[in-house]
């Protein structure tokens, strides 16, 4: 079906399921059924903490977070849910080095597992940089269904997108 931007990867039987549950206007109420409630991580203090916490289950041994943020300039119209950064300079006679995670603010009114989603691919990063079968694999062990989540989340943009309406009120 022409017009799901979101999910341009999958089968014409996927899009024609997914353009379906638009025509009939079900889309919401089905992510609704699956996703009953928004999230209450509104801070980006909330965020880093809810961050550091994925951080220290999974990846303990890695370098830590300078800042994670919602990003209200991030576009996912340009493919980004969120974004990492890893900048290093010289700083007198050291290397300083600084990882930042930023996350599109459209997720302060999602489902927890569609945020918990970005941030897991977003720390993945911090040890893959390709989205390889190795990154793919790690976001999996950090969150278990990952792939479900990550087409879930792409559904909730398309309902986004077609109904021009918030699917959860906060």
Not at 13 to 31: C, D, F, M, W
Request: charged residues 25%.
């Amino acid at each position: 079906m022409r017009g799901l931007k979101y999910l341009a990867g999958y089968s014409e039987n996927v899009t024609g399921k997914v353009g379906q549950l638009i025509a009939e206007n079900r889309l919401g109420s089905v992510l609704l059924e699956r996703y009953p409630c928004a999230h209450d991580i509104r801070t980006d203090k909330a965020l880093y903490d809810f961050t550091v916490e994925i951080k220290n289950e999974f990846l303990r041994k890695s370098q830590p977070l300078s800042k994670v943020v919602y990003d209200h300039k991030i576009s996912v119209i340009n493919n980004a849910l969120g974004l990492h950064s890893f900048v290093s300079r010289v700083q007198g006679g050291k290397i300083k080095a600084k990882n930042e995670i930023r996350v599109a603010s459209l997720f302060k009114e999602a489902p927890i597992e569609f945020l918990k989603m970005i941030v897991v691919h977003e720390l993945a990063h911090l040890k893959e940089k390709e989205h390889n079968k190795a990154f793919y694999q790690l976001c999996e062990h950090m969150e278990s269904g990952y792939h479900q989540l990550e087409f879930d989340t792409r559904l909730y943009l398309t309902y986004l997108e077609t109904a021009g309406s918030p699917l959860y009120k906060v």
